[in-house]
């Protein structure tokens, strides 16, 4: 079981407030990892808002392997964040030799480029490091991309929050936008890739979840994008499936949940666009996931989206306040954050619904 | 005697759930009866806890995680301020468990005595599996608002009370799917319910249900402090019950044989092609079904009788005539025949 | 009695021995008057008390005994004891049977029988693969009864998502090219049987069972009809919607259908055109003239003679050629509303053809079924039986594989049968074969088994070919066919189904599935290290 939270703000947030809200769901998982995505950012980021931030973490030789394949590719360093690392002993965590958050300028040759062409750019350029630091196994490369700053490591929550200095608030660090989840994927190896939230080109996903069509989903995908390479956890499927109808097919959101748990054919023939549910349910069978999952997510407008399996077989609450939004696995996250919001708004989604956060908070339920 | 407090987050160190519980159990042996817990999401608080002089214990929490007052017993009296997660009540045995707010999926799951109530909603698989031990009473889960999906799954005795409170725009307050596998026990609904399980009927209240339902209420509507609502839930225009639908109220379907005489082709897909009265011959059946039948050569026969004698139908009389429907085509008479007067054809 | 020679058909060559206790006998003629291959005849024989110092005397006795006879032989299929009120005559199975070798010998002919190949010297692949991903912890089993499953899958040509070129206004998506046509069937087929091969009864039967799956249990199963021209009422009447009509080289009955076609008021559920059969694939098919009964004639529109159905269409000479023209012109048939699908014998070169099929440029193909090595049939020499095909599973997921490879799975729905549920348990076979990448399976056997085909697949019967069918199913004399009970007949093949439903979901239910697992190959294990090569699946051991 994994413990997932995702938190929109009007305010840019620190990143300890992800720790808070895991705190309480603790029992929920296992001690084995946190790592956290932020979007929106704001802090000493602020001002580099449309230019692409590296998250990565290496070897030495992976540090110098990406600076070489950054620089051959035309781009130049901005700006370096290095968190301010607290060493203690005893501490749970697995660390790795650096942590690079790095802001680069595209190269000179893209300054008259599309957002299309430079999306390109960062793709080609996050698939040519990862393949490189893989190779070499010298680290990891978690986002290449504006506006988005990942963390992942494997240990104890509280002992990487220590570690990486971020119980203590600052205003460095802050976003409007952080997902966040306390555990490593410990069905498989535990692979640092592995551990949700997981990012692609904009958009994020965390599932608290057992993709039983994993290898289904996975022979599709494998063919369908170039981007889609990772697949150490069942739950990247859903990322891709994502990023496939929404960015990929340019679909409406709202098609994304005809997409992973599409309506039985009974249903679907009551409806009124039945001939597009039908077309989409063949169409993408290999991309359904059956079995039990949550899931939450971030779109490139900056909106937060959750979503359950066909039988809304594991947790999630949705809370508000007016300045935040809060989505997670267990209402006790919720009563320790926001111990003031009006609980009688919470939204438990059913089995058949999408939640979307706006970008100005407002939160829509929409049926499937 | 006063409270005793347990505040579980310090700082940034929060109390497990085992050390919480063994406190709490500490605590009850030292005579303790009362507790207020501020909670960090610990799990099964006021769940199998007894005291030996026999005095109730009660909980007052806030913000507790999963399994709240699981597996609790007689005497036990848990009061949640505000909503909490999973799995509330699960195997109550006789406590009575009130959480102000929602409670979150597979709420009173298993329940089989005691009182849960919920004064706001409940997800999905609430009620699960509920039933009712005739040695005791019979357990009861009220909630305020609705529930979700698949709630009351083999249900198996007990009494649910699901108030549809402010549920007007839902299409069902039981979500879909609800009580597949119910067999014992009522679900008593204010509101809107779609999507039942096929094995349950929806019935009206009589007399009895009603004067359940409205000495109920107040004891629920107090404990979750909502006694304004008491005249909006006591009409009983829109309440009903869910009941397991006897066997032999069970729809049956057609059997074949019934769709083929009322909407199939009157006289069959092929009856303007062959004859057939659908008529079914047994392996060896005199008459038409006859895979051979006997030819008499009146010139061969030399009047021995042998064939008369021999047939195991008596079909063959003094004059060698054949009796169709007694006939089965055997070859008895040929076989016997000396002089091969008959022939099989 | 005249004397026996050495090189004459002897009774030790035949396949069954006719095992006859006098003692038990009554003689009351039932079993002669049963046996529907005059294998058994009533005789009198002559005896002499075996005394030795009584004087000679003989007597003259009644018995039954086995015809010796090329023609006129028993199959096994074991009607007389069946009728026999005493339990005293059985058929029994001859180790030294040399029937085949004789007939040969004696006719310059080839072998012919029906039924499934009788060499089965290997254990079947499916049985070694187990459904061994079973949530246990992991993800929650589903409930077989509390749960809800959905057994549908579609048939017709299904486009990859970035070429259904939807519109959208923001919110809705809405359609912008006319699409292929779909339907969302069972993922079982009644695999078809032409009327002619069966009995007009037992046609009736399986086309009752389907109706009432369809409007009465909601099971939305599809029917074949197999070539054999299809009665012009139901052409005419809403039940050929549930309806797959199939054309194959002979167009039996094509005229027919195509005059009627004004007079349809709903679409059938597809058209399959079939090319070759898992049985006797490279064989064409032929309906003995003894069997083209009046009624035969008039529903096919041939007159009573042999009737041959040549091994290939006669005017297909390539894939392409075969796309162009019997697709193009079957789906203009129904102007583009029927899926148009294919069934061939499984083949080394199966996968050749579905990867020509998937890059179909009109998007008309609408279906690949492949029919595998195990298949029944109701006449085949035995040389094709025996020796020709190719199993189904390895070559079923060969083909979905190739589409995985190009990323185009589900594009083509696969279809597979052949020997399906030969050993008792055609739930999981079907299971099985959808988990390898199978969207559904079809079968003609388990239907004759179910309707109380007599045969087996070690030579019991096997006499599908004659017309002497005793069990009335694919005879077309009216004193056997009505052997058979419609009703009885319908109501067992829907009960059938209905067990193989619950069967179905058992299996979905411990994987966690609640809709069709098609290419979940992860839930399977073998216990074969080859067939997991072979396959691309777990080892288990």
Same mark, same amino acid.
């Given at each position: 079981?994994?413990?997932i939270?995702?938190?929109?703000?009007?305010?840019k947030?620190?990143?300890s407030?992800?720790?808070k809200l895991?705190?309480?769901?603790?029992?929920?998982?296992d001690d084995?990892?946190?790592?956290?995505?932020?979007?929106d950012l704001?802090?000493?980021?602020?001002?580099?808002?449309?230019?692409?931030?590296?998250?990565?973490?290496?070897?030495?030789?992976?540090?110098?392997?990406?600076?070489?394949?950054?620089?051959?590719?035309?781009?130049?360093?901005v700006?370096?964040?290095?968190?301010n690392?607290?060493?203690?002993?005893?501490?749970?965590?697995?660390?790795?030799?650096?942590?690079?958050?790095?802001?680069?300028?595209?190269?000179?040759?893209?300054?008259?480029?599309t957002?299309?062409?430079?999306e390109?750019?960062?793709?080609?350029?996050?698939?040519?490091?990862?393949n490189?630091?893989?190779?070499?196994?010298?680290?990891?490369?978690?986002?290449?991309w504006p506006d988005t700053?990942t963390?992942?490591?494997?240990?104890?929550p509280?002992?990487?929050?220590?570690?990486?200095?971020?119980?203590?608030e600052?205003?460095?660090?802050?976003?409007?936008?952080?997902?966040?989840? %306390?555990?490593?994927?410990?069905n498989?190896?535990i692979?640092r890739?592995?551990?949700?939230?997981?990012?692609?080109?904009?958009?994020?996903?965390?599932?608290?979840?057992?993709?039983t069509?994993?290898?289904?989903?996975?022979?599709?995908?494998?063919?369908?994008?170039k981007?889609?390479l990772?697949?150490?956890?069942?739950?990247?499927?859903?990322?891709y499936?994502?990023h496939?109808?929404?960015?990929?097919?340019k679909w409406p959101l709202?098609?994304?949940?005809?997409?992973?748990?599409?309506?039985e054919?009974?249903?679907?023939?009551?409806?009124?666009n039945?001939?597009i549910?039908l077309?989409?349910?063949?169409?993408l069978?290999h *991309?359904?996931v059956? !079995?039990?999952?949550?899931?939450?997510?971030?779109?490139?407008?900056?909106? *937060?989206?959750c979503?359950?399996?066909?039988?809304?077989?594991?947790?999630?609450?949705?809370?508000?306040n007016?300045?935040?939004?809060?989505?997670?696995?267990?209402?006790?996250?919720?009563?320790?954050?926001?111990?003031?919001r009006?609980f009688?708004?919470?939204?438990?989604?059913?089995e058949?619904?999408?939640i979307?956060?706006?970008?100005?908070?407002?939160v829509e339920?929409?049926?499937? | 005697?006063?409270?005793?407090?347990?505040k579980?987050?310090?700082?940034?160190t929060?109390?497990?759930?085992?050390?919480?519980?063994?406190?709490?159990?500490?605590?009850?042996?030292?005579?303790?009866?009362?507790?207020?817990?501020?909670?960090?999401?610990?799990?099964?608080?006021?769940?199998?806890?007894?005291?030996k002089?026999?005095?109730?214990?009660?909980?007052?929490?806030?913000?507790?995680?999963?399994?709240?007052?699981a597996?609790?017993?007689?005497?036990?009296?848990?009061i949640?301020e505000g909503?909490?997660?999973?799995?509330?009540?699960?195997?109550?045995?006789g406590?009575?468990?009130?959480?102000?707010?929602?409670?979150?999926?597979?709420?009173a799951h298993?329940?089989?005595?005691?009182k849960?109530?919920?004064?706001?909603r409940?997800g999905?698989?609430?009620?699960?599996l509920?039933?009712h031990?005739p040695?005791?009473e019979?357990?009861e889960?009220?909630v305020?608002?609705n529930?979700?999906?698949?709630?009351f799954?083999?249900?198996g005795?007990g009494?649910?009370?699901?108030?549809?409170?402010?549920?007007?725009?839902?299409?069902?307050?039981?979500?879909?799917?609800?009580?597949?596998?119910?067999?014992?026990?009522?679900v008593?609904?204010?509101?809107?319910v779609?999507?039942?399980?096929?094995?349950?009927?929806?019935?009206?209240?009589?007399?009895?249900?009603?004067?359940?339902?409205?000495?109920?209420?107040?004891?629920?509507?107090?404990?979750?402090?909502r006694?304004?609502?008491?005249?909006?839930?006591?009409?009983f225009?829109?309440?009903?019950k869910i009941i397991?639908?006897p066997?032999?109220?069970?729809?049956?379907?057609i059997?074949?044989?019934e769709?083929?005489d009322?909407?199939?082709f009157?006289?069959?897909l092929?009856g303007?092609?062959?004859?057939?009265? !659908?008529e079914?011959?047994?392996?060896?059946?005199?008459?038409d079904a006859?895979l051979?039948?006997?030819?008499?050569?009146k010139?061969?026969?030399?009047?021995?009788?042998l064939?008369?004698?021999? %047939?195991?139908?008596?079909?063959?009389?003094?004059?060698?005539?054949?009796?169709?429907n007694? %006939?089965?085509?055997?070859?008895?008479?040929?076989?016997?025949?000396?002089?091969?007067a008959?022939?099989?054809? | 009695?005249?004397a026996?020679?050495v090189?004459?058909?002897?009774?030790?060559?035949?396949?069954w021995?006719?095992?006859y206790?006098?003692?038990?006998?009554?003689?009351?003629?039932?079993?002669?008057?049963?046996?529907?291959f005059?294998?058994?005849?009533?005789c009198?024989?002559?005896?002499?008390?075996?005394?030795?110092?009584a004087?000679?005397?003989t007597?003259?006795?009644?018995v039954?005994?086995?015809n010796?006879s090329?023609?006129?032989?028993?199959r096994?299929?074991?009607?007389?004891?069946?009728?026999?009120?005493?339990?005293?005559?059985?058929?029994?199975?001859?180790?030294?049977?040399?029937?085949?070798v004789?007939?040969?010998?004696?006719?310059?002919?080839?072998f012919k029988?029906g039924g499934?190949?009788?060499?089965n010297?290997?254990?079947?692949?499916l049985?070694?693969?187990?459904?061994?991903?079973?949530?246990?912890?992991?993800?929650?089993s589903?409930d077989?009864?509390?749960?809800?499953?959905?057994?549908?899958?579609?048939?017709?040509?299904?486009?990859?998502?970035?070429?259904?070129?939807?519109?959208?206004?923001?919110?809705?998506?809405?359609?912008?090219t006319?699409?292929?046509?779909?339907?969302?069937?069972y993922?079982?087929?009644f695999?078809?049987?032409?009327?002619?091969?069966?009995?007009?009864r037992?046609?009736?039967?399986?086309?009752?069972?389907?109706?009432?799956l369809?409007?009465?249990m909601?099971?939305?199963?599809?029917?074949?009809?197999?070539?054999?021209?299809?009665?012009?009422?139901?052409?005419?009447s809403?039940?050929?919607?549930?309806?797959?009509?199939q054309?194959a080289?002979?167009?039996?009955?094509?005229?027919?259908?195509i005059?009627?076609?004004?007079?349809m008021?709903e679409?059938?559920?597809?058209?399959?055109?079939k090319?070759?059969?898992?049985?006797?694939?490279?064989?064409?098919?032929?309906?003995?003239?003894?069997?083209?009964?009046?009624?035969?004639q008039?529903?096919?529109g041939?007159p009573?003679?042999?009737?041959?159905?040549?091994?290939?269409?006669?005017?297909?000479?390539?894939?392409?050629e075969?796309v162009?023209?019997?697709?193009l012109?079957?789906?203009?048939a129904f102007?583009?509303?029927?899926?148009?699908?294919i069934?061939?014998?499984?083949?080394?070169?199966?996968v050749?053809?579905?990867?020509?099929?998937?890059?179909d440029?009109?998007?008309i193909?609408?279906g690949?079924?492949?029919?595998?090595?195990a298949a029944?049939?109701?006449?085949?020499?035995?040389?094709? *039986?025996?020796?020709?095909?190719?199993?189904?599973?390895?070559?079923?997921?060969?083909?979905?594989?190739?589409?995985?490879h190009?990323?185009?799975?589900?594009e083509?729905?696969l279809?597979?049968?052949?020997?399906?549920?030969q050993?008792?348990?055609?739930?999981?076979?079907?299971?099985?074969?959808?988990c390898? !990448?199978?969207?559904g399976?079809?079968?003609?056997?388990?239907?004759?088994?179910?309707?109380?085909c007599?045969?087996?697949?070690?030579?019991?019967?096997?006499? %599908?070919?004659?017309?002497?069918?005793?069990?009335?199913?694919a005879?077309?004399d009216?004193?056997?066919?009505?052997?058979?009970d419609?009703?009885?007949v319908?109501q067992?093949?829907?009960?059938y189904? *209905?067990?193989?439903d619950i069967?179905?979901?058992?299996l979905?239910?411990?994987i966690?599935?609640s809709?069709?697992p098609?290419?979940?190959?992860?839930a399977?294990?073998?216990?074969?290290?080859?067939?997991?090569?072979?396959?691309?699946?777990?080892?288990?051991?």
């Amino acid at each position: 079981m994994c413990r997932i939270g995702a938190i929109k703000s009007k305010n840019k947030l620190h990143p300890s407030i992800a720790l808070k809200l895991m705190r309480s769901q603790q029992e929920g998982h296992d001690d084995s990892g946190f790592a956290f995505v932020m979007q929106d950012l704001g802090g000493i980021f602020e001002s580099y808002k449309d230019l692409p931030l590296l998250s990565m973490a290496a070897t030495v030789e992976g540090t110098r392997l990406a600076e070489d394949i950054l620089r051959e590719s035309g781009f130049s360093r901005v700006m370096q964040w290095t968190p301010n690392i607290n060493n203690e002993k005893g501490l749970k965590i697995d660390a790795m030799p650096n942590y690079i958050f790095e802001v680069l300028q595209y190269p000179k040759s893209y300054k008259h480029a599309t957002e299309e062409e430079k999306e390109e750019l960062l793709i080609n350029t996050s698939i040519e490091l990862r393949n490189a630091l893989e190779k070499t196994n010298s680290g990891y490369i978690y986002s290449f991309w504006p506006d988005t700053l990942t963390l992942k490591e494997i240990g104890s929550p509280k002992d990487i929050g220590t570690y990486f200095d971020l119980w203590n608030e600052n205003k460095d660090l802050a976003s409007g936008i952080i997902t966040a989840q %306390c555990r490593q994927n410990t069905n498989y190896d535990i692979v640092r890739y592995a551990a949700h939230p997981f990012f692609l080109e904009g958009y994020t996903v965390l599932v608290n979840g057992e993709n039983t069509f994993y290898e289904k989903n996975k022979y599709y995908q494998q063919k369908l994008y170039k981007g889609y390479l990772g697949f150490e956890s069942d739950s990247q499927c859903l990322l891709y499936t994502l990023h496939y109808v929404h960015k990929i097919l340019k679909w409406p959101l709202q098609y994304f949940k005809h997409t992973i748990t599409p309506l039985e054919y009974d249903d679907i023939i009551k409806r009124d666009n039945r001939e597009i549910l039908l077309r989409i349910k063949a169409s993408l069978s290999h *991309l359904e996931v059956n !079995g039990p999952n949550t899931m939450l997510a971030v779109t490139p407008d900056k909106e *937060l989206l959750c979503v359950c399996d066909s039988k809304k077989l594991r947790p999630v609450v949705v809370g508000r306040n007016k300045d935040m939004v809060i989505m997670t696995s267990e209402v006790a996250g919720l009563n320790d954050l926001m111990p003031d919001r009006d609980f009688r708004q919470d939204i438990y989604p059913t089995e058949r619904e999408t939640i979307v956060v706006k970008k100005d908070l407002t939160v829509e339920r929409w049926q499937q | 005697m006063t409270a005793c407090k347990i505040k579980t987050l310090n700082n940034n160190t929060r109390m497990s759930t085992q050390e919480l519980l063994q406190t709490i159990n500490k605590k009850i042996e030292e005579g303790i009866t009362e507790f207020e817990i501020e909670a960090c999401g610990q799990h099964d608080i006021g769940g199998s806890v007894w005291s030996k002089s026999g005095k109730n214990i009660t909980f007052k929490i806030t913000n507790p995680g999963q399994r709240v007052g699981a597996m609790a017993m007689d005497g036990t009296k848990i009061i949640v301020e505000g909503s909490a997660p999973a799995d509330v009540g699960w195997l109550n045995s006789g406590a009575e468990i009130i959480v102000k707010g929602d409670g979150g999926d597979t709420t009173a799951h298993c329940a089989a005595g005691g009182k849960i109530y919920i004064g706001g909603r409940t997800g999905t698989r609430s009620g699960a599996l509920m039933k009712h031990d005739p040695r005791f009473e019979a357990p009861e889960f009220w909630v305020l608002k609705n529930t979700g999906s698949f709630s009351f799954e083999f249900m198996g005795g007990g009494i649910a009370v699901i108030c549809g409170y402010e549920c007007d725009d839902i299409p069902s307050i039981l979500g879909n799917r609800s009580c597949v596998g119910m067999v014992g026990g009522t679900v008593y609904v204010r509101g809107n319910v779609d999507g039942l399980a096929e094995c349950v009927q929806k019935v009206k209240l009589d007399k009895f249900d009603k004067d359940f339902l409205k000495s109920g209420l107040d004891n629920f509507l107090k404990e979750i402090g909502r006694e304004e609502l008491k005249e909006t839930l006591s009409d009983f225009t829109n309440w009903m019950k869910i009941i397991p639908l006897p066997k032999a109220l069970k729809e049956k379907n057609i059997t074949v044989k019934e769709f083929k005489d009322t909407q199939w082709f009157t006289d069959g897909l092929f009856g303007d092609l062959v004859e057939d009265n !659908g008529e079914v011959f047994a392996l060896s059946q005199a008459g038409d079904a006859r895979l051979r039948k006997p030819v008499w050569d009146k010139a061969k026969c030399i009047r021995c009788n042998l064939c008369v004698k021999n %047939c195991p139908q008596n079909a063959i009389n003094e004059d060698y005539n054949v009796t169709d429907n007694r %006939c089965i085509g055997c070859g008895i008479c040929s076989a016997v025949c000396p002089k091969s007067a008959w022939t099989m054809v | 009695m005249a004397a026996v020679k050495v090189n004459e058909l002897r009774k030790s060559d035949l396949p069954w021995i006719i095992e006859y206790d006098e003692s038990k006998c009554i003689q009351c003629g039932k079993c002669t008057a049963a046996c529907s291959f005059n294998a058994i005849m009533p005789c009198v024989e002559e005896r002499k008390s075996n005394s030795i110092t009584a004087p000679r005397k003989t007597e003259k006795v009644l018995v039954i005994k086995q015809n010796i006879s090329l023609d006129n032989y028993c199959r096994g299929c074991g009607m007389c004891s069946n009728v026999c009120p005493n339990g005293a005559i059985k058929a029994v199975r001859n180790k030294d049977d040399k029937y085949s070798v004789v007939y040969r010998a004696e006719k310059a002919d080839s072998f012919k029988k029906g039924g499934r190949s009788n060499l089965n010297t290997e254990g079947r692949t499916l049985d070694k693969i187990k459904i061994g991903r079973i949530s246990q912890m992991t993800d929650p089993s589903l409930d077989a009864q509390r749960h809800t499953f959905e057994l549908r899958t579609p048939l017709g040509r299904v486009l990859k998502a970035d070429k259904l070129n939807f519109g959208h206004n923001g919110e809705a998506l809405y359609e912008t090219t006319p699409l292929p046509p779909n339907r969302w069937i069972y993922p079982i087929i009644f695999g078809d049987m032409s009327i002619g091969a069966v009995s007009w009864r037992m046609w009736e039967a399986m086309a009752i069972a389907t109706a009432y799956l369809n409007e009465v249990m909601g099971i939305p199963l599809r029917m074949c009809t197999g070539e054999g021209g299809i009665p012009t009422k139901l052409l005419k009447s809403r039940y050929v919607k549930y309806m797959i009509l199939q054309i194959a080289s002979g167009h039996f009955g094509w005229n027919r259908i195509i005059k009627a076609m004004p007079d349809m008021t709903e679409d059938p559920a597809g058209i399959l055109i079939k090319i070759g059969q898992g049985a006797k694939p490279g064989d064409g098919g032929l309906l003995q003239a003894s069997k083209v009964a009046r009624y035969v004639q008039e529903i096919r529109g041939v007159p009573k003679a042999d009737l041959l159905s040549p091994p290939t269409h006669q005017g297909l000479y390539s894939i392409e050629e075969s796309v162009q023209k019997m697709f193009l012109s079957m789906n203009a048939a129904f102007n583009f509303r029927v899926p148009v699908a294919i069934k061939v014998a499984a083949s080394v070169t199966s996968v050749s053809v579905y990867n020509n099929l998937l890059r179909d440029p009109y998007n008309i193909v609408g279906g690949f079924f492949l029919d595998g090595l195990a298949a029944g049939t109701g006449a085949a020499h035995e040389i094709s *039986l025996n020796h020709t095909g190719h199993p189904i599973t390895s070559k079923l997921r060969d083909c979905y594989l190739a589409a995985v490879h190009q990323g185009r799975q589900g594009e083509i729905p696969l279809f597979a049968g052949g020997g399906l549920g030969q050993t008792g348990s055609f739930a999981a076979d079907a299971f099985k074969l959808i988990c390898l !990448g199978a969207n559904g399976v079809f079968t003609g056997s388990t239907l004759l088994e179910v309707a109380g085909c007599v045969g087996s697949d070690t030579g019991k019967c096997n006499a %599908c070919n004659t017309g002497f069918c005793p069990a009335g199913i694919a005879a077309q004399d009216d004193r056997l066919v009505k052997r058979l009970d419609v009703d009885k007949v319908a109501q067992n093949l829907v009960n059938y189904i *209905l067990a193989t439903d619950i069967e179905l979901k058992k299996l979905m239910a411990p994987i966690g599935c609640s809709s069709l697992p098609v290419g979940r190959s992860d839930a399977l294990i073998t216990v074969d290290k080859h067939i997991s090569d072979r396959l691309d699946i777990q080892y288990g051991c």
